[in-house]
Structures are given as structure tokens and as C-alpha cells.
């Protein structure tokens, strides 16, 4: 009988903003940030480890508030807590208190997050599976069992989210063959950080198609006559067939970003990623109606299910986005993908920062296995920055995401990496001036 | 010249949970809590005070949010700071590594909002006015400067909402004059906490009737017989021409709270208030169609404007309830009052708690005074406890708030209260094994 006897959880930053990865026209000097939970057992070779991805400031506070959600875990049989993954999932929710800070939304939705995804990655590991298989071994009423349905009956019932699964159940196992020679489709953001030159934004576009990526994506939005510029630039490298995607990373109202999009048009972008604001259903649907046949996608920032529920009913959106780090970790994800499913929207989940191409590609491939059973409009994001620092890094190869072997949920950093960038007291923090200024700066 | 020299927070908690008052059907045992921001000047005799309201744990997570929201301001000069309220906000907003714990809604918005109460209260005590008249003395383009109108062009421009403003400014001080002699209306919730008996609920209608209140608002959503038997005791103590209201603190899914609250048509009510999600729009839409003509009110826990900007395109509510404690403060306030004038929704502010009926008794007289100039369908909420800890309590006198008349925003609590219900240190928690189990509860 094994028990979780304690919840750590560590301030890890990356000092992302000297170099400009990861820039945007909103996000101009993050930190690429983690508050990592680890949940210790009894067994010295067995703990669960899960995570929020933050940009820097604030990552304490998400700190802070993983702690006091994971307080209910400790003193638990782990195999009560692996057995009932819905039923925990409901026992954490539940805190009244702590719901009115939300309710589901912010930094107690980015805490419970990190919760839970360490909660599945200890339930895969007992298991002896990576996370992808361990969903892909459920049965159809396992998996609406560990679903949260609150508040979405007016789009999707249970029973219709069984008959979706069942329906696809047969086939699961010709689908992992297939995903298994062939690897999940995915796509590169690396090339197009703003805080990019031209000269760099060329050489990265044409890497990236070298390694035989089919989808590039830029950032816009600061400046149109620039972002003209950078477009035009990665068109030509690209050529007509490869697809361009823009992503303006909510900078825009609803007028501008129409107009905005409209000029960039001759380009023939894929997508416009985030025109607006995360929270603006009938904004995203707006410009989806002016925009057409450009796509319109959003959900990096999508807080939790109810709001994918009202963009897949107001057909807001071309692209599903959900993230793995703000979204309540399987327990919501599902109920995102599955009315996904319902409203014909493909999930293409946002990846990038830090660990979190390490857990999308879990999600991906289950959607495909059990989930939309289709890989068509679907590709998932892939940036190649600070896998260095995971124990199970993600592997991409000719632009397709490899399925991962070992148990877990690829989440688990290296305690060396811990030791370097943990906040403040990290060697690399340690020594720095710079460590003080960012707790300040305004 | 005086200048800003610490931002000190406090955790403050009242044992509210003890005696049921503010129980629902979703927050059956909340402490009323507050994080308390105080503005320290080199002036002993100038500080600037506000607060977010929670209901206990976690109220330590955005106390801890607020002071790293303040520390921009540390160091500036108060003139500076009360002389350009618009840019003060936009500086503190525009910080992008905490935006990405939002953005804007949850602990950093709640954060933001005591940050920002407490400005706006420096303010009206350097111009030695009441935060009302503070405000009902700007000019409409000084007003829209302050507000926030990002994300908003589609509903609302800012030469639309400097017009609504013009044409009510000249009759401004006969609304004034009007409100000094009547007070502005309010309804009470203390009758109607689901956790009272029976018998306490008639008592407690009956005092309401009998204080001059016109409007009594009952918790519902726990138990179906237990409502029916419950808003028949109401209205039989109410009689036909008062207005009876229900709340069901989102505890149902949209299908749910249509057949609910179709079985409670009979008691007539004014308005069904948060039925289900806050961050469900379209599901309001969906039960405003349905329960018509009992109206939708929702807002207590609406996230922000863009939230409200919906809500109000998408035809989901009768009755806007915005919250003083949750929006951040003034700024954004003001943004969602122009919105509703002109979508032609009242705003009955949400309050009760501790210290919201201090704040929203401000801007409800604003509201008539400058924005909507009509008191038709509004009505502010007024629950009767925890008014002792503040130096400047709002007072009801016959159904109605009296105008406040001291400098300020109504915020500033007692040092005795301070003293006793800090959290865990204060008098009260200090003594008590209660404060170990609400940190560890789950």
C-alpha cells in the first residue's frame, strides 16, 4: 500500500527574455516559467510530477496556490487516487472557497492544472504506460466517468459522448499502428518570434521546411508595414503548397483585427491566431464571419471548458487551441476535445513555452486514437526550446511528433535543471542581479 | 509634495461560516474575507484604502497578488498618481508577465482591483470629496479617459460614450439634489441565507416589509420542495406588490435551470440570478428566452468587461450585477455602466459580503447622477453585516442608501478590526484551532 505523503512545489524560471524567444506583440520579454508540482509517495521510486506553464512574474502565486490545492492529496492511498480519477478531480474542485477566486479561471485554474496533470502523470506511471496509452486502454464510459460535463448538457449529453467513443473504439488500435510509423503531424513557431530580424526570420523558414515541416507560424500584430514584410518574406521561402499561420496574440479589438487581417489577406494565411481578446466569443466570431476563407483559431488563453463550449456553439472558431497547462489537466481536456468532436472543430493544441510540447503530444495522439479519429485540418504546435531540461523529451522528427514510450506524462524535469533555475534561490538566479529587478519591475 | 511609500496588505477574515449568514446553495460555509490594501504616504494623514472581497482560503494568494500589483506605485508622487487615474491603470494593467495569469480575470484581476479601490479612494480624499462626487464632478471626456475601453469598439466607441455622458451632464446637480433627500433604493438578502430555518425567513420578511424594503431575494437551487415551501413563505409575508428575487449561485446547467425555474414561476418572481455559469452567455441567452418574462441577473462573478460586453450583445440578462470587489474598480466600472446605458440594461450592483455595500452604494448614485439618469428597474443590493468594522458605513434608512458624505471610497475598516481579524495572527484567529482547519481544509 503506497500513500502520497507530500506536494513540493518549485518555482522554476528561464531566463527566456534575454534572447527574444518567445516574443510577441503582447508578450514582449517573457520568462518562460514553471510551478512545478512533484507528489511524493512512500515508494522512493514512484512520485507523480505535473506543472503550469507561466510567463515569469506571478509564478509564485501560481506556487502558492498549488500548494494549498494539492493540501487534500497528501495522506491518500494512491491506488484510491489512481482508481478514482474523476472522483478526485471532483474532491479538489469542490473547495468553495477557493472556487470564488475563479470560479474555474486564473490563477486557481493554472494551480489546479498543475495538480492534476500530476495527478495523471502518477496515475500513468502505476499504471506503466505513457498517458497517451493509458487513455487510449479506457473504456468509453471510463473516460465520460473522469470527463467534467458541469455546465455543458445544453451541447453535449454523456450518453452522446459514449456513442462518439464507442463508435471509434473498434478501430483504436490500427490508428497507434498507424501514428507509430508515421509519428502526429506538427508544426513550427520558432521561425517567427517578433523580436526576430529579417535575415533570422529567412534562415528559420527555411530550416523549417528543410525538416519538412508543412505549416509555419509568424507573429503580427505590432506594425503592419512589418509585418507585410515578415509575411512576404516567409511566403517566398515557402512557397505556395507549405501553409502560413499569423498570430496576433490578442493585440487587436474586433474592428482592428478585421481590417488588420484583411490587409494581410494576399498572403493567404492558414490562420489568424488570437485576433482578440482570449475571453470574446462573439469578437472571434465576428471576424471569422469577415475574414472567411482565412480561419480563424484561439484557445492558448481559453480558460476552461465553458468558454470552448460557447466557441464551438457561436462557431467562433476554425482551430481549437486548448491548452494543456490552463485547461483542469484530462479531467477538462476531454470534455474540450469531445465536444470538439460533437461541433466538428479540429483541436490543435497550443505547445511552445516550457514542457508543454512534452504533454500535448499525449493529448494529440489520443484524440486521434479515440477520440476524432481524423488527422485532417489537424497539426500541433512544436517549438524547440528547453526540452534539454525534461527526462522524457518530446522527440519530432520530419515535422511529426514520435510516440512516447516511457511511463507518465513526459512532465518530469531533470533535478538539475531544478537546481539551476529554481526562483530565486537557483545557481543561475543566485548570482544575479537580474533576479531582483524581476520581482520589481513594474 | 507628498509621495506613496509602502503598499501594506492584509489578510483579513470573519468567521461568517459560524452562524450560516451568507449560505447558498454553492458557498455554504464562506468566511467572509478581504485583501486589504493600504497606500501609505509620507503624509500620516493620507492613505488610500480598498480591498477585494473573497470568501476565505485563499484569500492569502491574492493578498500576495496585490502587493506585487502595488509595488509600481511605491515611490510616486501622490499628485502624479491621483492627477492621470487613467494612465496609473494602464501602467499597472500593462504588465505582460502577469497578464498571463489572467489575463484580466481571477486572483490577478481581484488583485487589481484592490490595488486600484485603493487608488481611487487616495483620490477622492486628496479632492476631499466622496468617490460619487469625485466622479459626478469630472467632465464626460474626462470620465471616458479613465475608463477602459479595450476590446469594447465593437459595442462601444469612446465618441458614443462621451455623448451619453454630455447629454445627462447639465442636469447632473438636480439628480444630486434628488438623491440627498430620498437615498438611492436597495433590497436586502439578509432574510433569504439558505441555511436559515423556516422560521426565520418569515421573521426576516416581515422586518424587511417592515423597514420599508420592496424587494426581499431568497437563495434557491438546493432543493426543489424546499424552494417551493420557502418563496411561498416569502410571498405570503410579502404580499402580492413586493418584488420577490432568486438566486441560485450558478449551481445548474442551462436545461436544469430553465425546469427549475419554470416551477417557481408561480411566486412571480423579478428576476432568477445567476443560474448557472457566469461565464456562460449564451446559456443566459438560452434561459432568458426560456423563463421570460421572469428576468435574468447575473454579474457577481463576471470576470470582466469583455465578459459584460457579451452579455449585454447577446441579449443574455435583464439585469446587470456587476461587482465592485471582482471588476478592476473604477476604471473598468465605468466602462461597463456606459455599456449598459447603451444597451438599455439596469445595473443593480451586486454587494453584502464585507464592505461591498461601502463601495457600490458610490457608484449606484454615479450611475444615476452622470450615466443612466433613471432609476427605473434599479434597485442595489444591501445585506446587513459586518458594517461595524468601518470607519465610514453606509446607512439604509427606510430602503434606501443615505449619500455617503465623507471624503473617500467608504473602504477604510477600523484598526480594532484589523486588530482582531487579521488572518492568522489577528486576536480572534490567534486563539483558535479553527485557523489550522480552514488552511488545511480540502
Chains 1, 2 share one sequence.
Not at 132 to 161: I, K
Amino acid at each position: 500500500m503506497t500513500t502520497i505523503t507530500a506536494a513540493e512545489v518549485v518555482d522554476v524560471r528561464f531566463p527566456t527574455s534575454l534572447t527574444a524567444d518567445g516574443s510577441d506583440a503582447m508578450n514582449k520579454d517573457g520568462d518562460y516559467s514553471a510551478a512545478y508540482v512533484i507528489l511524493r509517495t512512500d515508494d522512493p521510486e514512484l512520485s507523480g510530477f505535473g506543472f503550469t506553464f507561466t510567463i515569469g512574474r506571478g509564478n509564485d502565486i501560481c506556487v502558492l496556490a498549488a500548494e494549498q490545492r494539492a493540501l487534500p492529496l497528501i495522506g491518500l492511498r494512491v491506488e484510491d487516487v489512481v482508481g478514482d480519477l474523476g472522483g478526485i478531480y471532483r474532491s479538489l474542485k469542490s473547495d468553495s472557497q477557493l472556487r470564488w477566486l475563479g470560479p474555474e479561471k486564473g490563477v486557481e485554474h493554472l494551480a489546479m492544472a498543475a495538480v492534476m496533470n500530476a495527478v495523471w502523470d502518477l496515475a500513468a506511471r502505476v499504471a506503466g504506460k505513457p498517458l497517451w496509452r493509458l487513455l487510449a486502454d479506457m473504456t468509453p464510459e471510463e473516460l465520460v466517468d473522469v470527463a467534467d460535463l458541469q455546465y455543458l448538457s445544453d451541447a453535449l449529453t454523456r450518453s452522446e459522448a459514449i456513442a462518439m467513443l464507442t463508435e471509434l473504439q473498434p478501430t483504436r488500435e490500427a490508428r497507434i499502428a498507424e501514428l507509430e510509423a508515421t509519428g502526429y503531424p506538427c508544426y513550427t513557431t520558432s521561425a517567427g518570434w517578433l523580436g526576430y530580424s529579417d535575415e533570422k526570420l529567412r534562415r528559420l523558414c527555411q530550416e523549417a521546411v528543410d525538416a519538412g515541416y508543412r505549416h509555419v507560424k509568424l507573429k503580427v500584430g505590432a506594425n503592419l508595414d512589418d509585418d507585410i514584410r515578415r509575411c512576404r518574406i516567409a511566403r517566398e521561402v515557402l512557397g505556395d503548397d507549405a501553409n502560413l499561420m499569423i498570430d496576433a496574440n490578442q493585440v487587436w479589438d474586433v474592428p482592428e483585427a478585421i481590417e488588420w487581417v484583411k490587409a494581410l489577406a494576399e498572403f493567404k494565411p492558414l490562420w489568424i491566431e488570437e485576433p482578440t481578446s482570449p475571453d470574446d466569443i462573439l469578437g472571434h466570431a465576428a471576424v471569422r464571419r469577415a475574414v472567411a476563407p482565412i480561419g480563424v483559431a484561439t484557445g492558448e488563453h481559453g480558460m476552461n471548458r465553458v468558454l470552448f463550449k460557447q466557441m464551438f456553439q457561436a462557431e467562433a472558431i476554425d482551430f481549437c487551441q486548448l491548452d494543456s497547462a490552463r485547461l483542469a489537466s484530462i479531467n477538462e481536456i476531454l470534455s474540450v476535445y469531445l465536444m470538439a468532436k460533437k461541433f466538428g472543430v479540429p483541436v490543435c493544441p497550443h505547445a511552445g513555452g516550457v514542457g508543454l510540447c512534452e504533454l500535448v503530444q499525449h493529448l494529440s495522439i489520443f484524440d486521434y486514437v479515440a477520440v476524432s479519429g481524423s488527422l485532417e485540418g489537424r497539426v500541433t504546435e512544436y517549438v524547440d526550446h528547453l526540452h534539454e531540461h525534461f527526462v522524457d523529451p518530446c522527440i519530432v522528427e520530419n515535422g511529426a511528433y514520435r510516440l512516447p514510450t516511457l511511463p507518465g506524462y513526459s512532465a518530469e524535469m531533470h533535478e538539475a535543471s531544478l537546481a539551476e533555475f529554481a526562483f530565486p534561490a537557483g545557481s543561475y538566479w543566485a548570482g544575479r542581479s537580474a533576479a531582483a529587478s524581476l520581482v520589481s519591475a513594474g
